[in-house]
């Protein structure tokens, strides 16, 4: 439905991964097995950090919210990708279009905020370790974490509203859930005003927590060369060794994706490349901080051996009546 009237648009057609019918149920089994593991995963996180006690500190606090973060993130798009895959009708009302936009473009933000506190807890740790717990607490993540969800949440209402205001010349959008940049492709004039906001505010909220993260972890650098223990170096690395390799899974697609104008747009790639940020991605972070991470590790035995008594000592069950009957 071509139009030149953006008050005729009521809905828009979500062209999906591929446009081969053929490729729908390998890409429908492929997604939703990546986003079942991305959900239980970082579920399971969450649950870890905020049950187990040894892990009731500022950074396991960080890490429940970035893993929350990514439930929420993937849950946004994926659910209804799934749906659409499998189905002829594709379309998403413009309301609908509109909240998808708002609420990727502020969970998304926020993860590059988590991040960025969560590299200031790492430099707190490794270059003042002594004044660690006066200057980083869970009231301190807290804060951060609320006046971040308040600056993003601001942020994206803005660019909402300016893509609510475009006229387009369509309505087939080149992807799987309602992205900024293939709305602007379909503006009838170059959103000159979207795309200096992009580069100008966008830079400022999206992008500044990455070059704060690139400064703490150039302060991490001189600190590390500076130590003369290897185990002190061995654990310094190890504890931020994870955290650098999603700030590079993350920051790595959010660039490719977004900073450059609308007239360079490849939606085709945009979209193979949106589906590791929204899937991928969160699908990776809480492998790369389980696997990685010794506390964690411990935290999850704990986790299972508990689940493994509470079950064996179930009333009715089994070990319980033989319990029972040796007593």
């Known amino acids: 439905m071509a139009t030149r009237n953006r008050t ?17 149920p390998v890409i429908f089994g492929i997604v939703l097995v990546m986003y079942l593991v991305a959900v239980m995963g970082n579920a399971l ?9 040894r892990l009731q500190t500022p950074m396991y606090f960080l890490l429940s919210q970035l893993s929350f973060i990514d439930i929420f993130l993937t849950t946004i798009t994926v659910p209804q990708m799934l749906v659409h895959t499998l ?13 998808q936009l708002f609420f990727f473009m502020a969970v998304g933000s926020m993860e590059g905020h988590l991040l960025a506190a969560m590299a200031y807890d790492r430099y707190v740790a490794i270059c003042d370790p002594l004044r660690y717990s006066a200057i980083i607490s869970n009231r301190f993540c807290l804060r951060i974490t609320l006046t971040s969800w308040v600056v993003v949440s601001l942020n994206s209402l803005l660019y909402s509203v300016l893509v609510t205001q475009l006229t387009f010349c369509g309505n087939k959008v080149t992807h799987f859930f309602c992205d900024i940049t293939p709305l602007l492709k379909l503006s009838c004039t170059r959103p000159v005003v979207n795309e200096m906001l992009i580069f100008t505010e966008g830079v400022a909220v999206v992008v500044s927590p990455f070059f704060f993260i690139l400064g703490s972890y150039a302060r991490i650098g001189v600190a590390i060369a500076r130590m003369h223990s290897v185990a002190a170096l061995r654990k310094a690395l190890s504890t931020c060794s994870s955290h650098i390799l999603v700030v590079l899974l993350l920051y790595g697609s959010v660039i490719r994706m977004y900073l450059r104008p609308s007239s360079s747009y490849d939606l ?6 949106a589906i590791f940020y929204t899937v991928v991605t969160p699908m990776l972070n809480p492998l790369i901080y389980s696997l990685r991470n010794q506390e964690v590790k411990g935290a999850l035995r704990r986790l299972s051996r508990k689940l493994c008594i509470s079950v064996n000592f179930q009333p009715g069950s089994q070990a319980n009546q033989e319990w029972q009957h040796i007593s």
């Open 8 to 24: 005729e648009v009521t809905d828009f057609i979500l062209l999906g991964l591929s446009s081969w019918p053929e490729m729908q």
């Open 45 to 53: 996180l969450v649950i870890v950090a905020l049950s187990d006690p």
């Open 87 to 99: 189905s002829v009708n594709k379309t998403i009302s413009f309301n609908h279009c509109m909240l």
């Open 268 to 273: 085709d790639q945009d979209r193979q490349v």
